[in-house]
C-alpha cells in the first residue's frame, strides 16, 4: 500500500463510546472511497454530499452511480456542488484558449451528469454562481464533505474529479454526534441560509463555519498558532499572509519548532510566484520548510496540529486571501488518536519531501497585496447588499 493511498492506524470498527467521536483517517481517493462503499452498505435514511469540485469524468460518474443506487432504494440523497465546476476544470482556466474546447467537452458531461442525477431521484443544488462576467469567482463554497444518517460523516479536502484524485490529499471518517452537527451545517447551506458554528469546546470536539465577513476558522486557527508553546506542524497546498506569517513567526522567535509542508510545485503559478516571500519571512532556525514531492509535487491536504494537543482538519487552505471570501468548515480537536494519526500522515509526508530552498529573489508578492486589498475592501461593499449574501455567505 503506497503512502498516498491507504488507512492510517485503522481501529476496529467497534462502537464508539456514547457520547464520543471517533476518528479514521483516509488518505488518497482510493482509501476514501473504499471507506465510503463499505459505509453505504449500513446507509438506511439519508445520504448528503458537498464538494466544490465535481467533474463528469470517470471518478464523477463512479461517485454518482453510489448516490443514484441509495436514491433508488429510497433514500434521501443529495447532492450540492459549488459554481467552480461552470468556469473551471482539471485546472483548465479560460484565458487558455488553445484549451477551450476541453474545457467545453468536460463541462458539457458534468451538466449531463447532474442532469442524469436528477433524473434518477437525486436532489442536486448548485452554490454560489460565478456571475454573469465571473466577478464572483473568488467568492467559493469550498467545504468538501459526505454525510450518512447523521451518524458517519467524511471531511477533508478531497474533491471529486480525476485531477483532483491525482493530488495528495485526505478525507477523515467521523463516527459520532458531531456527524450530526456537520448535517445541520449541509442542509442549512442546502436551505439557503447557513447556520454559523461557532461553539467552541476547550480540549474537546467541535466544529467551526466561516464565510465572507465572518472569519472563524481563520481566527481559530490563529490562536492555535499563538497557544503553542513547543512544536507546531502545518501541512497546506497554499499557507500565505500577512497575519499567518506574523505569527508563525513569533511562535518561532517564542522557542516553537515549526515544521511546514507545502507542495514542491503548486498547481497554482501565482502562488509559486508568492511563496518565495514567505520562505524568506519564516528564515528563522526553528522553522522548516519541506516541499512534498510526492503526487507531482502537489499536497492539497490541510492540517495543523499544535504541541500534539490540538488539531484541525477541513477545507480551509490557510490562504487569508481565500478567508476574506470563501465558505469553509474545520473540525477542531484534541483527540489522542487523531492526533496520532496526523501524526502518520505528516510522518510519511516529510519522507516524501525536501527542504525548500531559499528563493534569491522575492518579486511579485505586491500582486497578492494588492488582491487582498481589493477584496477586503469589495467583499466589505459586497455585504452590504442583502441580496448578495443570501447566495454568498
Not at 469540485?53 to 452511480?65: H, M, R
Not at 487558455?96 to 451538466?111: A, F, I, K, N, P
Not at 519522507?351 to 466589505?380: C, D, H, N, Q
Amino acid at each position: 500500500m503506497t503512502t498516498s493511498d491507504r488507512a492510517v492506524n485503522p481501529r476496529p470498527a467497534d462502537d464508539p463510546p456514547q457520547g464520543e467521536n471517533r476518528f479514521d483517517v483516509r488518505v488518497g481517493a482510493a482509501a476514501f472511497m473504499a471507506s465510503l462503499r463499505a459505509d453505504l452498505d449500513r446507509c438506511e435514511h439519508s445520504l448528503y454530499a458537498q464538494f466544490m469540485t465535481y467533474e463528469g469524468d470517470a471518478s464523477g460518474e463512479a461517485f454518482s452511480a453510489l448516490l443514484a443506487a441509495k436514491a433508488a432504494a429510497r433514500l434521501d440523497v443529495r447532492l450540492m456542488v459549488d459554481g467552480y465546476s461552470d468556469v473551471i476544470l482539471s485546472d483548465v482556466y479560460p484565458i487558455l484558449v488553445h484549451r477551450r474546447g476541453d474545457v467545453q467537452r468536460e463541462r458539457s458531461h458534468t451538466l449531463a451528469l447532474f442532469d442524469r442525477l436528477r433524473a434518477d431521484g437525486v436532489g442536486v443544488k448548485r452554490t454560489a454562481p460565478p456571475g454573469r462576467f465571473k466577478q464572483y469567482m473568488l467568492y467559493r463554497n469550498h467545504k468538501k464533505m459526505v454525510v450518512l444518517d447523521e451518524r458517519i460523516a467524511y471531511v477533508g479536502g478531497i474533491n471529486i474529479s480525476d485531477h483532483n484524485y491525482a493530488w495528495h490529499d485526505f478525507m477523515v471518517r467521523i463516527e459520532g454526534p458531531l456527524a450530526a452537527v456537520l448535517a445541520r451545517d449541509f442542509c442549512s447551506t442546502w436551505d439557503g441560509a447557513t447556520v454559523p458554528l461557532t461553539a467552541r469546546v476547550p480540549d474537546g470536539d467541535f466544529v467551526l463555519n466561516q464565510c465572507a465577513g465572518r472569519y472563524s476558522i481563520f481566527e481559530e486557527v490563529l490562536d492555535m498558532i499563538g497557544r503553542a508553546q513547543h512544536t507546531l506542524v502545518i501541512e497546506s497546498p497554499y499557507l500565505l499572509g500577512d497575519h499567518v506569517e506574523t505569527a508563525l513567526r513569533a511562535a518561532a522567535e517564542r522557542g516553537v519548532r515549526v515544521t511546514l509542508i507545502l507542495p514542491a510545485r503548486s498547481n497554482k503559478l501565482l502562488y509559486r510566484i508568492w511563496v518565495r516571500k514567505l520562505l524568506h519571512r519564516l528564515d528563522h532556525p526553528n522553522v522548516t520548510v519541506f516541499g512534498y514531492e510526492g503526487s507531482g509535487g502537489m499536497t492539497h491536504a490541510k492540517l495543523i496540529v499544535a504541541d500534539d494537543r490540538w488539531a484541525s482538519f477541513g477545507s480551509f487552505n490557510m490562504i487569508e486571501l481565500e478567508g476574506l471570501t470563501q465558505k469553509e468548515l474545520n473540525v477542531f480537536s484534541s483527540d489522542p488518536a487523531l492526533i496520532a494519526q496526523l501524526n502518520a500522515v505528516v510522518t510519511a509526508d516529510l519522507e516524501a519531501a525536501s527542504p525548500m530552498a531559499l528563493p534569491r529573489t522575492v518579486w511579485g508578492r505586491f500582486t497578492y497585496t494588492i488582491l487582498y486589498r481589493f477584496f477586503k475592501w469589495w467583499t466589505r461593499t459586497l455585504l452590504h447588499r442583502p441580496d448578495w449574501k443570501t447566495l454568498y455567505c
